[in-house]
Nanobody, 117 residues
Framework: QVQLVESGGGLVQAGGSLRLSCAASGGIFTAYDMAWLRQAPGQEREFVAAVLRSGTTYADSVKDRFTISKNNGERTLYLHMSDLKPGDTALYYC????????????WGQGTQVTVSS
């Protein structure tokens, strides 16, 4: 099984940038579809972006501002976030699943991103 550890969160002003990292250990990294999801206080967890066998996909709210990438050699998933908005404030989770399965099975503990106005 894969274990996931996120890092890179923090406090940033609106318009700023951050890069989140998700380091994976165990499992066969190249075998997994991987994604970033986020949860703001009092709200349900929502999809942000994913790297699938078919390519990358993004939520409309982050398209053209966020870029997801997967470095198989480093066993790390990244999320480059730019033009951050207060609405991006949330706990960001890294998740992994097997291809052709709908549910993400493996989760990290999350890293907090706070965007001030």
């Amino acid at each position: 099984q894969v274990q996931l550890v996120e890092s890179g969160g923090g406090l940033v002003q609106a318009g700023g940038s951050l890069r989140l990292s998700c380091a994976a250990s165990g499992g066969i990294f190249t075998a997994y579809d991987m994604a970033w999801l986020r949860q703001a206080p009092g709200q349900e967890r929502e999809f942000v972006a994913a790297v699938l066998r078919s390519g990358t996909t993004y939520a409309d709210s982050v398209k053209d501002r966020f870029t997801i990438s997967k470095n198989n050699g480093e066993r790390t998933l990244y999320l480059h976030m730019s033009d951050l908005k207060p609405g991006d404030t949330a706990l960001y989770y890294c998740a992994a699943k097997f291809p052709f399965v709908a549910t993400y099975k493996f989760w990290g503990q999350g890293t907090q991103v706070t965007v001030s106005s």
